[in-house]
């Protein structure tokens, strides 16, 4: 069913019925022999603004689940990436080209084929020619060997005529079997934000400070060379803080992340004199790296580097610093810190740590070799046992006293 409504100026809006309000999720499948390298489940719904003899119309609708992968999709090789076209209708076909980093891949480019001559989308329009609109894609993007997925409706504008929404995204590229990752990337759209209730109060008083971000979880976080052993062991809580610009508020802001476990995968590489633990929850990736000193027989983290793109965040941020020299440990021992460290990696970003243990080097039996202790643990120890001694020599100073005291009153008595 068709509805078309005009205003004034000559624009028109024509809903096509049963498309707009029925947008279905719709599965698709890139295969290169028996493999798959792209799969997609995937509701999208059209805006496209067109002439017509009329003056102007603006015709909405939905991707129909007849649409079909097209003869043009491929799994890539060399420079050509791998590439999803869906074809429907009469002649019109989505097309979403992919890149890869090694850690990340994205959707690199998304375009869209109209054609005007299909009256039955298009009606009464003064063009049959065929329209071509591209955008490049930044949002779109997931861990290697991961699911994209967001449930949440996300416009992506190809033109000032063109806007695509999507919703119930479900999307693989580069897999490496012919399922979808049950390890997913979730969109920041589908990531809860807890925010405090907004309260009434007078101009005059001055709003509460925020609440702190309790500690993070403790991560069990283990890489293992090419027979199964453990080469790095580490145990911790992490929680990272990010000064970035800020979508919604439009000003700079720093905020703070705790790294969640249960939603962390871990991978890295084993060596000497470096190795390093890659840490990714959904769009956050946290590289560190470990180096020995073959002179000292010492290691310490000489190097980390994020990536992170966060709800607020404006663009993806990255940064990195090659030249740390954070948890000096002696080679065959492990790392200790129950007390929270701040470890400043750039102006804006740092990482914070808590009850941390950490080997990366001549890991035996996979288990934690003896700990050294770090400096603030060290110092915090110190201090009760400075405070007992005090206590005791003062209490030993009263006793003395008293018994002196006393002995100098027997004295004063005389025999009758």
Known sequence: MMVKRCYAAGVCWTLLMGFVFAAHAVSFEVTDGNSTCIKAELSANFSISYNTTNGT????????????VGSSSSCGAGDVPPELVVSFGAGHALALVFSSDGSLYRVANMS?????????????SSSSRIVWVMTNVSEISARMNSTYRCQSSTSVSLSN????????????????GANLS??????????TVTTAAPTTSPRTTVAPPPVPLPAPERGNYTITNGNGTACLLALMGLQLNITHHSKSLNKTISEVMNLQPNRTTASGSCGFP????????????LTFTFTLNLTTQKFYLSAVNVSAFWLDMTERFVEGNGSLN???????RSYMCSAEQKLSVVPTFSINTFRLQLQPFN??????????????????????????ASLAGLVLIILIAYLIGRKRTHAGYQTI
């Open 161 to 176: 005529e063109v806007n695509i929404t999507f919703s119930g995204v479900r999307m693989e590229a580069y897999m490496n």
């Open 363 to 388: 890991v035996t039996a996979n288990g934690f070799a003896a700990a050294e202790d770090c400096r603030i643990d060290q110092e915090n120890m110190l201090i009760p046992i400075i405070v007992g």
């Open 57 to 68: 119309s603006v015709v909405r609708f939905a991707l129909p689940s007849s649409a079909a």
């Open 274 to 285: 470096r190795t390093t633990l890659v840490l990714s929850e959904d769009l956050t990736n």
């Open 182 to 191: 049950t390890n997913e990337s979730v969109c920041s759209a589908d990531q």
């Open 326 to 332: 954070f948890l000096q440990c002696s080679v065959g």
């Open 112 to 124: 869209l084929q109209y054609n005007l001559s299909d009256t039955a989308t298009f009606p009464q």
